[in-house]
């Protein structure tokens, strides 16, 4: 069974959203989904500044079986993407959660967070998908 | 090994005639070589000896069962090829004037006359060279379509999820937005999200009929009219032609534009990298868009369709009429065939699925789609057998290649785990199908006892287990002298 951390939302395109308490989250793809994408060889993340609608694709992730969207799961600017990732795409797969985060928002909208799943409807999500 | 390994400085590979070393005075100074170009240093002999070998240890259709799902490759006849070859054509050249081509242009035109029967279009042009250009010239014809009419708002593609991925990329190049359409669990387009979909923004949408889950589309003619109503039109991507080939044509369901890979259904040569033909073909409205040239008919001779006869045209594809060699080709391959010949191929493709399909599930696999009938493929999906002994759908392509299978195409499409996506087409035994069902078998035994052992797969090939993750974060495609 794949990690599911309790403090952190998720979106049924398997992101990750983590509430900074500042008016920003951090957004990455969850450990269920790298491990259903296998080794990353590519991952590309949004520029800083980029202004984001919930659901628009944003990110790439490239493993050696297939390149897959990321999909921002709430309204902002993105105010950080995570640059290491471009020399260093394996990250995501040994620390989704931690280093392997893809890039950093100012929310528009906070109410948007009250949208998207907790641990437990998401760890619903991946048991009826497997 | 690489030919340059073979090199030996200072040893020249001259022909055998004798001939005298020619000064050259005719070519401006700044235009010559200041250094001798990197060429390998090897007799003609070595040469030919070095890629004979490579070409043996390589898989193709003429040597093994090639079941790569989605990709069709069957035998490609001996008698296309010697034909294609008579000295008529081989030694035509593209400028040659039309009255000295007249055969050359009657074997395209009627090829154009076939395929426009065979898909149930209005014209076809052969002018695409290739799957992807042939989807580039239909993408580019709708939005030329869509201008020609003031109608310049509509700026989304709708693509199924199930879509082969030069689908979206084509709709892109085209300057489209991609809007995904999922699908349900039955393997069918999700009409509810299509309807939601569509709107005044709506260009069209790209369709594979029957779709990469090995499935047919079953509600096509819904799909059509959903689309149609929005304004938008219905791009049908041929890569699974063979299924249907003589039976139902997607000009019937409603689509407006068609490309077809002849390099799949109609046996041309296939793989390392083609040469490829993608002719289009298109319903009444798309006709003037039609990329050229393309042959025409008057009275009892023939002629190119040029920017003259075609002012609203797509465009031209390449300096001549596509890949001549490959369009003969299929042109003879389909004169072989003819109209039931041509039925015959998509009833046997099918029944090789489709008994392929009975005997693994007999055998104990799983199918993705288990309640669906096969169309010329399937997708047999080792999810239990992967969570139960470790061994994934890769070991098992990878062990398929020690027994003499190539393997089948895997992990496409993305939406099923641990798959493979099979497709045995018309052209092999029953005994072929029986010995790949036996070696999945085979391997699944191996698998139960010594994980290790199949993870470690191939042994018996020139090249061991390639490390494909390392090969994708370093690529590096490049040799020279510098890299020793």
Known sequence: MSNVPTDLKYTKSHEWVKDNGDGTVTVGVTDHAQELLGDMVFVEVPESGRELSAGEDCAVVES??????????????????????????????????????????????????????????????????? | MLIFERSHEGRSNTAQILRNDVEVTDIPAGLRRKQRAVLPAVSELQAVRHYTGLSQKNFSID???????????????????????????????PHAPEQMSQGFLASMYDLQEMLKDV?????????????????????????????????????????????????????????????????????????????????????????????????????????????????????YDGANLNAILGKVKPGDMGFDVIHMNLHKTFSTPHGGGGPGAGPVG???????????????????????????DRPQSMGRLSAFAGNAGILLRAYIYARMLGREGMIRVSEY????????????????????????????EFILTL??????????????????????????????????????????TETEDMETLDSFVETMVKIRAEADADPDMVKGAPYTLPVKRLDDVKAARELNLKWSPDTE
């Not at chain 2, 069957?74 to 035509?92: E, T, W």
């Not at chain 2, 014209?123 to 869509?146: D, K, N, T, W």
């Open chain 2, 119 to 235: 898909t149930g279009m209005k014209e076809v042009s052969l002018a695409p060279m290739a799957g992807a250009q042939g989807e580039f010239a239909g993408m580019a014809m709708i939005r030329a379509y869509h201008d020609s009419r003031g109608d310049d708002a509509r700026s989304e593609v709708l693509v199924p999820d199930a879509a082969h991925g030069t689908n979206p990329a084509t709709a892109v190049m085209c300057g489209y937005k991609v809007k995904e359409i999922p699908t349900d669990a039955q393997g069918d387009v999700d009409l509810e999200a299509l309807k939601q979909a569509v709107g005044p923004q709506t260009a069209g949408i790209m369709l594979t009929n029957p779709s990469t889950l090995g499935v047919f589309e079953r509600r096509i003619t819904e799909i059509a009219r959903i689309v149609h109503e929005a304004g938008g039109l219905l791009y």
């Open chain 2, 349 to 376: 493709s099918t029944l090789n699925a489709n008994y392929m399909m009975a005997r693994l599930k007999q055998e104990g696999f799983h199918m993705a789609y288990p309640e669906r009938r096969a169309t010329h």
């Open chain 2, 383 to 424: 999810k239990k057998e992967a969570k139960e002994t470790g061994v994934i759908a890769m070991d098992y392509a990878k062990r398929l290649l020690d027994f003499g299978h190539h393997a089948p195409t895997t992990y496409f499409p993305l939406l099923v785990p641990e798959c493979l996506l099979i497709e045995p």
């Open chain 2, 63 to 93: 040597t093994h069962f090639y079941p790569l799902g989605s990709c069709t490759m069957k035998y490609n006849p001996r008698g296309s090829n010697k034909y294609a070859m008579l000295p008529g054509f081989l030694a035509r050249h």
């Open chain 1, 64 to 130: 050696v079986k297939a390149a897959s969207d990321v999909y921002s799961p709430v309204s902002g600017e993105v105010v950080e993407g995570n640059e290491e990732l471009a020399d260093a795409p394996e990250t995501v797969n040994s620390d989704a959660y931690g280093e392997g985060w893809m890039f950093k928002l100012k929310l528009a909208d906070s109410g948007e967070l009250g949208g998207l799943m907790d641990a437990a409807a998401y760890e619903e999500l991946v048991a009826s998908e497997s």
């Open chain 2, 282 to 308: 298109v319903s009444e409205r798309l006709i003037p868009f039609l990329p050229i040239p393309m042959v025409a008919k008057e009275g009892d001779k023939y002629r190119f369709l040029t920017e003259k």
